[in-house]
């Protein structure tokens, strides 16, 4: 699986952005997949995750009522919606394909990652 994120940009406090992931290979409807960010100087975070179905989905307290995970497996695209953003959501977003058909929040729960997009928040 290959993974291509894009959508992010620089957004005022309290703005909207809506990130994307294209995903190539025939596995893609059949994996759960997650998005995880990572500010300078600090750790790789998850921030939401879905099933292969769509059916279930789980997002970390921080962006828990502000974001948004869906997927289209006709098109190969997962996405990320979020709104109210705040400046401690500056981050390199990266979206990756889980290894299992369950939901997970852990780095090492992913095998495929994509190259991230940069969403910048200013106060």
């Known amino acids: 699986v290959q993974l291509q994120a894009s959508g992010g940009g620089l957004v005022q406090a309290g703005g909207c952005l809506s990130l994307?992931?294209?995903?190539?290979?025939?596995?893609?409807?059949?994996?759960?997949m997650g998005w995880f960010r990572q500010a300078p100087g600090k750790e790789r975070d998850f921030v939401a995750a879905?099933?292969?179905?769509?059916?279930?989905?789980y997002y970390a307290d921080s962006v828990k009522g502000r974001f948004t995970i869906s997927r289209d497996n006709a098109k190969n695209q997962v996405y990320l919606q979020m709104n109210s953003l705040k400046p401690e959501d500056t981050a390199v977003y990266l979206c990756a394909a889980g290894k299992w058909a369950r939901i997970a929040t852990t780095t090492a729960s992913y095998d495929y990652w994509g190259q991230g997009t940069q969403v910048t928040v200013s106060s």
């Open positions: 994307s992931c294209a995903a190539s290979g025939r596995t893609f409807s059949s994996k759960t």
């Open positions: 879905i099933i292969w179905s769509g059916a279930q989905t």
